[in-house]
């Protein structure tokens, strides 16, 4: 939700710097005023919509132009690559990875952060900081994977709102863990990227 944010932010921040790099005749300078005021107005409705979870109102928006950003409609987002798409009604909640899998991931992960110790050498220590920190990308990239899947079954009315906001707040708190394990891992290794 918070990317679909972005294209309109962005759009504002551009609207306003050409405001002030050139000084505009009044008829311009309203009329960009009352798209930075429709992009306000979207951008707030964007907010609601993430704090109640309504997807419904997301069509409703206008366009503040007449080629709105890519994003900003919703559509052209794309659809998870693989397991995603439920085949039939039996496997309507088929992802990639389970939760289970997902926890077990981050469990083990964070095991190994906490028994993990440098051991003198610099070479040795860049080499095992440095796949250790693979290891958590790779990790994290599963989760946002998850996440958009989750997302995917959700905008295919095959998750009801309150099973994704469930499992969706059940992924928030493994990206925390594995936050948390990433800060322990730089801490012990006193590396900071």
Do not use: W
């Amino acid at each position: 939700m918070r990317k679909k944010l972005l294209p309109a932010v962005g759009i504002m921040a551009v609207l306003c710097l050409n405001g002030c790099r050139s000084q505009q005749s009044a008829p311009e300078t309203e009329a960009l005023r009352e798209e930075i005021t429709q992009l306000q107005q979207q951008v707030s409705d964007l907010q609601e919509q993430i704090t109640s979870g309504s997807t419904e109102t997301q069509q409703e928006i206008p366009p503040a132009s007449e080629t709105p950003a890519e994003g900003e409609s919703g559509e052209g987002s794309p659809a998870p690559e693989t397991e995603a798409s439920p085949s039939d009604g039996a496997s309507a909640l088929s992802t990639t990875h389970t939760m289970e899998e997902l926890t077990g991931l981050v469990a083990a992960f964070e095991e190994k952060t906490q028994n993990a110790a440098p051991s003198g050498a610099v070479s040795e220590d860049m080499e095992q900081f440095l796949s250790l920190k693979q290891e958590e990308k790779e990790i994290g990239d599963q989760l946002d994977r998850h996440e958009d899947e989750l997302e995917y079954l959700y905008r295919s009315n095959a998750l009801s709102r309150e099973e994704y906001r469930t499992l969706d707040r059940e992924l928030e708190l493994l990206e925390d863990r594995l936050d948390a394990s990433e800060d322990l891992l730089e801490y012990t290794f006193g590396m900071d990227d």
